[in-house]
C-alpha cells in the first residue's frame, strides 16, 4: 500500500495571524517561522488523528484486491472518490466505470466498495483510487482542531533549539477525531 499526495491543502487551518495572536508576538520578525511550525503542527495533528483537515487530493496504490472488496480510504472525511483504476498483469490500466463501485463517505474511514472486479491485477500496485478528502476549507476545520495545532505551535515555538523533544501539547484536544481501526 501506498498513499500520494496529490493536491496539498491550499490553507492551513490556522492563519499567522491567528498563531502570533495565540503566541502574543506583535512584531513580523519571525513571520516565516511562526508559518514554518503551523504547517509542521497541523501535519503532526493530522498524522496523530489519521485525518485530513483542509480538503486535499490522494491517490491510494494497493497491491491486491481487499478482503470482500471492501477499500478503506484513510484520511477522513471522504469527500469525493474521482477515480478507481486497475492495472492488469500484462501492465494494461484501465479506469473502473463508476457503475462498477459504489462510494460511502458517511463512514470513517471512508469507503470504496467494489460490485464488479476485473480478473487480475499486476503484482504490485494494481490498483489505485483517487479521492478527494478534508473538512473544506480553513474555516470548516473543527475548533478543537484549530486550538490544538495552536498549543503545538506554542510548544514548537517555546521549546525551539532544546535538546528535550516537545511534549504532548494538543493532544487530548485531537482525542474525539482519531480513527481507530477495530
Same mark, same amino acid.
Given at each position: 500500500?501506498?498513499?500520494?499526495?496529490?493536491?496539498?491543502? @491550499?490553507?492551513?487551518?490556522?492563519?499567522?495571524?491567528?498563531?502570533?495572536?495565540?503566541?502574543?508576538?506583535?512584531?513580523?520578525?519571525? /513571520?516565516?517561522?511562526?508559518?514554518?511550525?503551523?504547517?509542521? $503542527?497541523?501535519? #503532526?495533528?493530522? %498524522?496523530?488523528?489519521?485525518?485530513?483537515?483542509?480538503?486535499?487530493? %490522494?491517490?491510494?496504490?494497493? /497491491?491486491? %484486491?481487499?478482503?470482500?472488496?471492501?477499500? *478503506?480510504?484513510?484520511?477522513?472525511?471522504?469527500?469525493?472518490? *474521482?477515480?478507481?483504476?486497475?492495472?492488469?498483469?500484462?501492465?494494461?490500466? +484501465?479506469?473502473?466505470?463508476?457503475?462498477?463501485?459504489?462510494?460511502?463517505?458517511?463512514?470513517?474511514?471512508?469507503?470504496?466498495?467494489?460490485?464488479?472486479?476485473?480478473?487480475?491485477?499486476? $503484482?504490485? /500496485?494494481?490498483? *489505485?483510487?483517487?479521492?478527494?478528502?478534508?473538512?473544506?476549507? @480553513? +474555516?470548516?476545520?473543527?475548533?478543537?482542531?484549530?486550538?490544538?495545532?495552536? *498549543?503545538?505551535? @506554542? /510548544?514548537?515555538?517555546?521549546? #525551539?533549539?532544546?535538546?528535550?523533544?516537545?511534549?504532548?501539547?494538543?493532544?487530548?484536544?485531537?482525542?474525539?477525531? #482519531?480513527?481507530?481501526?477495530?
Amino acid at each position: 500500500m501506498s498513499l500520494q499526495l496529490l493536491t496539498p491543502p @491550499a490553507a492551513e487551518p490556522v492563519t499567522l495571524a491567528e498563531a502570533k495572536a495565540h503566541l502574543k508576538i506583535d512584531t513580523s520578525d519571525e /513571520d516565516a517561522l511562526v508559518a514554518t511550525l503551523i504547517t509542521a $503542527a497541523r501535519a #503532526r495533528a493530522e %498524522w496523530h488523528t489519521g485525518r485530513a483537515f483542509v480538503t486535499q487530493r %490522494w491517490r491510494l496504490r494497493l /497491491d491486491a %484486491w481487499p478482503q470482500q472488496g471492501v477499500i *478503506e480510504l484513510p484520511l477522513p472525511p471522504l469527500v469525493s472518490v *474521482e477515480e478507481v483504476a486497475v492495472t492488469d498483469a500484462g501492465g494494461i490500466r +484501465s479506469v473502473l466505470d463508476p457503475a462498477a463501485y459504489r462510494v460511502d463517505a458517511a463512514s470513517a474511514p471512508g469507503r470504496v466498495i467494489v460490485t464488479v472486479r476485473p480478473p487480475s491485477l499486476r $503484482a504490485r /500496485d494494481g490498483l *489505485e483510487v483517487a479521492f478527494t478528502a478534508g473538512y473544506g476549507d @480553513a +474555516s470548516a476545520v473543527p475548533v478543537a482542531i484549530q486550538q490544538a495545532i495552536l *498549543e503545538v505551535v @506554542a /510548544d514548537l515555538y517555546t521549546h #525551539r533549539g532544546d535538546d528535550d523533544p516537545v511534549g504532548v501539547s494538543g493532544q487530548a484536544l485531537l482525542a474525539p477525531y #482519531r480513527v481507530f481501526k477495530l
